[in-house]
């Protein structure tokens, strides 16, 4: 039950990170409770928010749930709290509470005051988050695809050339693109979002180790393999009957011209 | 391009309106209302892709067989939309139009803010793993002219993972690439967060609609407030706003970006003393929807219903009313037996 506790703790934290937008998400709903008694629709969201965090946070729900959603994914439950309704809301009862004035001199100040009250409201949200339009998330698209360039390059490459069936053993750092341009190109391993410990050929390739990739490729037929430029290999792949396709800044493409 | 262009805007926008005109035409108050009709419409395409990509994949047909049903049937049933509509057509059409063109200059900011986000992210790029599955699934069908029998991460074969059978949004992109005659990543990356995000703004808009009771102001408002939050609701990638823009075009994201407050939506709705028995089978294709899109639809939507329902029993002190919204959580009850059975 404590491990349970602690697991459903741990990834309240990994979706809320700082804790800021609950805090304001907290606020809004203390603000409704107190405030909007007559707007029985909001009220709905206020309450359906306290019986969504009873059976969130319940302990017998994560045993029963997390086992199903597999890959530690329980956080998405948090997809369900009404936090984009709440607080718009709220902010909204703010800027906009003070009653319009009958004069027309008061009318000036009143908008100000409102506009005061907007802008806070705006800074304080900017301060509790983080801009989600920034270099940790997006870069500039250098293709319609939107696919790391270098790993359209080999794919393409490797589309082009003249085997009928192909088989390719590339690094991890490209392996999650090459079949979302061209799935007629099969990969020796899948993507894992874990770890790659169980997968053989993905430390070979880190350590240039040819005869244990050569191993493998007479197995399973790999007629297509992608080292970094800076790896050193262990042996000479032309030995093997390997010679170069291409390169690229980053990769250099080996192909196996007897398994086309 | 420009045939691709038309392409475009014909299946992604006036389809799913057209589509969702059949449900103006039961619910005469709501003809002219585009927004709500071009969401109800993409409810009612989910809902068929999703009842015919089950079965089609458990009987192991072709993917074009699948492609080419789905378009017969979204065809016929945009044909006979327009036609129990062709009287009002020009009224929608000059409804609208007027409306565009008498906007405030609230809306225009609002919609300018979202046109600002569309275009970043269309400009941009962000590189998400997962897509090694999800948009590899699709060029897999394509390729392979199979649905779920080759694993999308390395070609080979495998045999139905639940998760993926039963949540076939991937075929969904897959088959919108066929009929755009555009490769599914750039449909995924490019062109659906065109789509998705202004459409998570209407999901709300309309939702401020029926908080604010219409009151313009206050909607456009909300929605800008909603904007901020969103723009800097980054403090974890792994919230509702984070993945809005980082990864809209997987399941996943819609369900929680556009799929759950359309259960909020259309429970709000059939409350009403004044709903029509169409929203409640509304709420039933927006459940569906909720299982085609991702596998955490399966748990999430009823929990998302039932929770609001919870508070209306309570509150109206109707227990009857726990029956009556299980029966849209039907599908996703059958589709977790499915799963459990399958695993």
């Known amino acids: 039950m404590k491990e349970i506790i602690m697991n459903i703790k741990d990834m309240y934290i990994q979706y809320f990170g700082n804790g ?25 969201f206020l309450y359906g928010t306290i019986i969504l965090a009873v059976i969130i946070f319940n302990p017998l729900v994560y045993k029963i749930l997390e086992p199903i959603f597999s890959g530690g994914v329980y956080w998405r439950m948090f997809w369900m ?19 319009e004035p009958e004069e027309v001199k008061t009318k000036g100040k009143i908008f100000w005051q409102k506009a005061f009250i907007g802008v806070a409201i705006c800074v304080i949200i900017i301060l509790s988050g983080k801009v989600v339009f920034n270099t940790d998330n997006f870069e500039v698209a250098t293709n319609w695809y939107k696919l790391p360039q270098e790993a359209l390059e080999i794919a393409t490459m490797i ?11 590339v690094p991890e750092t490209i392996v999650a693109y090459i079949r979302q341009y061209n799935s007629d190109i099969i990969l020796r391993y899948a993507r894992n979002p874990h770890t790659y410990a169980n997968e053989p050929m993905v430390s070979a390739l880190q350590r240039g180790a040819v005869a244990e990739i ?7 037929g790999t007629n297509y393999i992608v080292f970094r430029n800076e790896t050193s290999l262990t042996e000479n792949m032309e030995d093997y009957g390997f010679e170069i396709l291409g390169k690229t800044n980053t990769y250099t493409v080996y192909k196996r011209k007897e398994l086309c | 391009m420009i045939i691709k262009l038309v392409l475009c805007v014909v299946w992604l926008v ?88 008498k906007m405030p200059l609230s809306t225009i900011l609002v919609v300018v803010l979202i046109l600002l986000q569309v275009i970043i992210v269309f400009r941009y790029m962000h590189v998400d793993d997962d897509d090694a599955f999800f948009v590899g699934n699709a060029t897999t069908s394509i390729a392979s002219n199979t649905i779920s029998k080759i694993n999308p991460s390395t070609g080979y074969g495998w045999g139905w993972q639940a998760r993926y059978v039963l949540a076939p949004f991937s075929l969904y992109l897959a088959t919108i690439s066929q009929f755009l005659q555009i490769h599914p990543a750039i449909v995924a990356h490019t062109i659906f967060p065109v789509v998705f995000i202004p459409m998570t703004y209407m999901v709300f808009g309309l939702i ?37 823009f980082l990864r809209i075009w997987q399941g996943k994201a819609f369900l929680a970006n556009i799929i759950i407050p359309l259960i909020w939506y259309f429970v709000i709705t059939t409350m009403e003393e004044d709903h029509s028995i169409l929203d409640f089978c509304v709420l039933l294709l927006v459940m569906i929807s909720a299982c085609l899109v991702s596998s955490m639809g399966v748990p999430l939507a009823p929990i998302t219903l039932m929770s ?26 059958i589709c977790g037996i499915v799963y459990l059975f399958l695993q």
């Open chain 1, 20 to 44: 800021a937008y609950m805090i304001l998400f907290l606020i809004s709903l203390i603000y409704i409770l107190i405030k909007e008694k007559q707007n029985k629709t909001i009220r709905i």
């Open chain 1, 81 to 99: 709290f009404p936090i984009a309704i709440t607080v718009p809301y709220v902010a909204v009862k703010w800027i906009t509470e003070k009653k």
């Open chain 1, 159 to 169: 589309s082009e050339d003249s085997c009928e069936k192909k088989v390719a053993l």
């Open chain 1, 214 to 220: 050569m191993e493998d490729s007479e197995k399973h």
């Open chain 2, 14 to 101: 006036l389809i799913p309106t057209v589509l969702g005109m059949l449900y103006g035409y039961g619910k005469p108050q709501e003809k002219n209302n585009s927004i709500l009709l071009f969401l109800v419409g993409y409810c009612i395409a989910f809902a068929i892709f999703e009842i015919l990509a089950i079965p089609m994949t458990f009987l192991q047909c072709k993917f074009t067989t699948l492609v080419s049903v789905y378009e017969i049937i979204l065809l016929l049933l945009s044909i006979i939309s327009i036609i129990l509509n062709r009287k009002n057509l020009k009224i929608f059409f000059k409804t609208n139009i007027q409306t565009i063109k």
């Open chain 2, 208 to 244: 401020a609609n029926k908080l604010f009771n219409q009151n313009k102001k206050q909607v456009m408002l909300f929605l800008f407030v909603l904007i901020v939050l969103y723009t800097f609701g980054n403090y974890s990638r792994r919230t509702t706003f984070s993945v809005l």
């Open chain 2, 308 to 333: 609001l329902i919870m508070v209306y029993v309570i509150r109206d002190r109707k227990i009857h009313y726990l029956f009556k919204y299980f029966i849209p959580c039907i599908p996703c009850v």
